[in-house]
């Protein structure tokens, strides 16, 4: 693995973190790209990604804290500022970065599953970029395995195991294609959002089983939480279908 991705004399440039920001510029440039489409400022992008970079990193960092070894960080607490060691929970960065977005939304008077289903697309296309920095980082890797797939992690041991990262871009790119095919189909306000947590929770709990560390501190698993996302936003997806079709689902105007 590379966990520094190259280094300038004293300055280091960590995997984790290039690839990370790689995926926060990408998914900027794509939704502003879409939003100049709907007639609106790009500024509103870059003023939304600011504030959601801020609450998804400090939600996914808590995430991972308090769902995997809480007792470690808090025997260790500088260690929760080595964000380029990885250590980051997508649950936390949604769960954070969703209610920031609603606060931020709301002021402006901008409808909120709108934006959303506009956003969502994007969010998954930096996901799926960002996760190759997992891969050069060598964590939030998978069991062992004897068959093809199998990668080592030197930084782990000499044991061959699922690149479980690498699968998690591969879904994360599918998720962002059908996005996009459902934006360009959209009937009722929700209906992006809601497909993004049907097949995240699906393709999550999948992953989450050939995954090294998929139990969650306390016992829980990682699976069932994924699979406990897609069953809400198969409802979520239920309830906002029975609504008339809208002819403005994806309209951007300010509420009034």
């Known amino acids: 693995m ?8 004293w300055l280091r440039v960590y995997s984790y973190g290039f690839f990370v920001a790689l995926g926060i510029l990408a998914a900027t440039l794509w939704l502003a790209r879409k939003v100049e489409k709907k007639g ?7 003023d939304f990604v600011l504030l959601e970079v801020i609450a998804g990193i400090v939600g996914a960092r808590l995430a991972y804290i308090l769902l995997y ?13 080595m964000l380029q060691q990885g250590g980051m929970a997508f649950y936390g960065s949604l769960a954070l970065g969703l209610i920031a977005a609603i606060v931020y939304l709301r002021k402006t008077r901008i409808p909120v599953l709108a934006f959303f289903d506009l956003a969502t697309p994007s969010v998954m296309l930096g996901y799926a970029i960002g996760r190759f920095g997992c891969f050069f980082n060598g964590c939030c890797y998978g ?13 782990v041991d000499d044991l061959a195991r699922y690149p479980t990262q690498l699968f998690s871009v591969a879904a994360g ?6 996005l996009e095919f459902v934006s360009s189909r959209i ?5 992006v959002v809601a497909s993004l947590f049907i097949l995240y929770g699906l393709t999550r709990s999948v992953i989450e089983y050939f995954r090294e560390n998929s139990t969650f501190w306390g016992g829980g698993t990682a699976s069932l939480a ?11 997806y239920w ?18």
């Open 2 to 9: 590379r966990p520094i991705l190259f280094q300038i004399g």
């Open 187 to 191: 009937r009722f306000r929700g209906q």
């Open 239 to 256: 309830y906002l279908s029975r609504k008339a079709i809208d002819p403005a689902a994806s309209d951007l105007h300010p509420d009034n």
């Open 40 to 46: 609106a400022s790009s500024q509103l992008v870059i």
């Open 143 to 155: 069991r062992p395995t004897s068959g093809a797939l199998g990668v080592v992690f030197p930084a």
């Open 173 to 178: 790119l599918l998720i962002f294609i059908i």
């Open 226 to 236: 994924a699979l406990g996302i897609a069953v809400a936003g198969g409802a979520f």
């Open 69 to 81: 070894d809480p007792g470690y960080y808090f025997s260790h607490p500088l260690q929760i500022f």
